[in-house]
Structures are given as structure tokens and as C-alpha cells.
């Protein structure tokens, strides 16, 4: 055994790659090399093409002035970033909210008991549904429908309102990527935690919800990112989020500047949660290829 390990100690402090293998890494790393840079010309001459033919194009000068004004940029600043505010509050109330949700229905929808019948058609029916109905009429629906029956003890309050719409609508896109997570989990799971005399509920609880979510992550931040982006949809019944506030100096000032401002409000959440979700799906697949 000692020797053994003298053995290995010598073969480790007197290995070194042959000249194949370093002809190898030299081929490598001039390809990458190449490779980028001529991705790095393609990306630069594209660009700069695009630039010229917007800059040179008959209409760009009352392009810039009404969507490029910096004073209009500098003066819209503070309202949209005060209606941005109400974006962010609303978007981290309804994500988990749309989690839960989303999570309850995929279990509800994979309940055999025939005496859970009423509870498996009632899912499948809120799926159909709020999948089939565009977003910004629910949210319209429920920011001027529900005040208007004027139920006693329920809010007409137009943040939870459309809170509510957006929960209800991702909820049921949400439902269905977490039950494909749930149907892509190998039957021999299912039989090996009944042979341990696991039931049906701690089947689903510790063997394959846990799975189905690490599956899952990825799409479920994809969706993420369209609600963030969707909680715009709620200034259809006049909230003064940031396309909001954006389109109130626009109409008053006569300068669309504004949108762009607010755009970039969002592209500042976006861009992060886009990064960290191609992250995520790359360390998904190498985890699966044994990298």
C-alpha cells in the first residue's frame, strides 16, 4: 500500500503532457482564438451597419428629437422611477404568490383519487382558461369588474387588484411548467418509494416534487421575467406604474422620450434575471452530460 502510494506520488510530480498533447492545446487555443475574432468583426461590422442605416435614414433627425431629448430623459426621470417602484412592489408580492399557485394546481392536476375528481376538472378548467385569455383583459376585468360589484370586505384597491390578475394568469403558465416537471420524473421513482411503503402524498412531497422543481428552474425563471416585464399591463386601469408615467409626460410634452426611460427601467431587471436563467440552464445540462 505505501508503495503504492510512493508510486503515485513519483508518476504526479514527474508527469507532463506529451508534445501531441501540447500541439493539441496550441490548436485549441488558436481556434478559440479565431473563433473570436471573427465573431468580435462579424458583431462590430453589424452594428456599425445598423447604426449607419438608422443615422442615414430620411427621418432621424425627428427621430432623435422626440425619442432621444436628454432634458425630456432628464426631466421624466424621477416620475418613472417613482412608478418603477410600484413595478418592483408588485412583482415581489406576486412571485411567490404565482409559485404556490402554480405548484398546488400541477399537484392537483396529478391526483388519481377518483374522489378528488371535482378538484382535477377544476384545475384543468383554471389552465385552460387564464392560458387562453390575453393577460391585460384579466387584468381589466378584475381592476374595474370586481369594484364595480361591490362586494363588502373586498379590496378596491387597483395594486392587489391587478396583483390578483397577474397571480391568476401566470399562475395557471406556471402550473404547467412545473407538471411537465413532475411527468418527466422516471415511473421506477414512483414504484421504488411504494416498495418503501411511502404514500401517495409523501411520494410527491419527498421524491418527486423535489426533482421536478431542480428540473424545472430554468423555464420557471423565463416566466419570471415575463411577469416582471407584464406588471406593465396594470396601467390599463390608470395605475401610475412606469409606462404610466411615462405615457402622462408623453401626452403632456409631446415627446415619447419617456417610454425609452422606462424601458431601460426594466431592461436594469431583465437583463440580470435573462443572464442568471442561461446560467442556470447551463449548469442543468452539464450536470446532465457528467461534466
Not at 510512493?6 to 501531441?20: D, K
Not at 406588471?231 to 401626452?251: H, K, N, P
Request: net charge positive; proline share 4%.
Amino acid at each position: 500500500m505505501a508503495v503504492g502510494r510512493r508510486l503515485r506520488a513519483g508518476l504526479e510530480v514527474t508527469w507532463a503532457p506529451s508534445e501531441r498533447e501540447l500541439e493539441r492545446q496550441a490548436v485549441r487555443r488558436r481556434l478559440r482564438l479565431q473563433q473570436t475574432a471573427i465573431a468580435t468583426v462579424v458583431t462590430v461590422v453589424v452594428a456599425v451597419g445598423l447604426v449607419l442605416l438608422v443615422v442615414s435614414s430620411p427621418g432621424w433627425d425627428r427621430v432623435r428629437d422626440y425619442f432621444l431629448s436628454w432634458s425630456h430623459a432628464r426631466d421624466s426621470f424621477a416620475a418613472i422611477a417613482e412608478g418603477f417602484w410600484i413595478n418592483i412592489r408588485i412583482f415581489l408580492v406576486a412571485e411567490p404568490c404565482v409559485l404556490v399557485l402554480g405548484a398546488l394546481v400541477a399537484i392537483a392536476r396529478q391526483t388519481t383519487s377518483p374522489w378528488l375528481a371535482p378538484l382535477r376538472l377544476l384545475a384543468t378548467g383554471y389552465t385552460d382558461l387564464f392560458r387562453g385569455i390575453p393577460s391585460i383583459m384579466v387584468v381589466v376585468i378584475c381592476g374595474i369588474g370586481i369594484p364595480a360589484l361591490g362586494l363588502s370586505g373586498v379590496t378596491s384597491s387597483l395594486f392587489w387588484l391587478t396583483t390578483f390578475a397577474l397571480v391568476l394568469c401566470y399562475g395557471a403558465y406556471v402550473a404547467e411548467v412545473f407538471r411537465a416537471g413532475i411527468l418527466a420524473i422516471h415511473p421506477t421513482q414512483v414504484a421504488s418509494a411504494e416498495a418503501l411503503a411511502l404514500t401517495r402524498a409523501q411520494t410527491m412531497r419527498f421524491v418527486v416534487l423535489p426533482q421536478a422543481v431542480r428540473r424545472v428552474v430554468p423555464p420557471l425563471m423565463n416566466d419570471l421575467v415575463s411577469l416582471q416585464k407584464d406588471t406593465a399591463l396594470i396601467s390599463a386601469v390608470g395605475v401610475f406604474e412606469a409606462l404610466r408615467a411615462a405615457q402622462d409626460y408623453q401626452g403632456y410634452n409631446f415627446n415619447g422620450t419617456p417610454l425609452l426611460v422606462a424601458a431601460a427601467y426594466f431592461l436594469v431587471v431583465a437583463v440580470p434575471l435573462t443572464r442568471l436563467t442561461d446560467w442556470l440552464m447551463r449548469r442543468q445540462i452539464e450536470k446532465e452530460q457528467g461534466r
